[in-house]
């Protein structure tokens, strides 16, 4: 596959993974988020979901793995990424790291991934046999 068609995968996540820190390394300005109940934690949970969705591509096209293989690393990038950005919070003035902003981010990244998991083994199972060499 083309370098370029590889590194065109990945732009996606790191776009994503770039918006998310921009997000982050300042204070929330008020009014940012809708003012219901765990309103937040939906929004990391969205955006975490969206990671995980993005990073798909990125390792399946960009680093031509497994779908297997893709689903669990971009969960597992998905989570990793969501620990750096709370411990990161942490030091950012007029944020905190919160464990359950992390516990969404988490979940958003595994929804995401199991969900797109179902779709691909749904897929798989519909697409007709290769056909067979002569």
């Not at 689903?71 to 790291?97: I, T």
């Amino acid at each position: 596959m083309s370098p370029w068609i590889r590194a065109a995968a990945t732009l996606p996540s790191l776009a994503t993974a770039g918006f998310i820190y921009w997000l982050s390394d300042g204070p929330l300005p008020e009014g940012t988020l809708p003012s219901f109940r765990f309103s937040d934690k939906a929004a990391h949970a969205l955006a975490y979901g969206f990671l995980a969705l993005t990073l798909l591509p990125a390792l399946r096209i960009g680093a031509g793995l497994p779908r297997r293989i893709t689903v669990r690393r971009a969960l597992l990038l998905a989570v990793m990424y969501g620990a750096f950005d709370e411990v990161h919070q942490g030091w950012v003035p007029g944020r905190e790291k919160d464990i359950g902003n992390f516990l969404a981010d988490a979940a958003g990244a595994s929804v995401a991934a199991l969900a797109a998991n179902y779709y691909w083994k749904k897929k798989e199972c519909h697409e007709p046999l290769a056909a067979t060499a002569d």
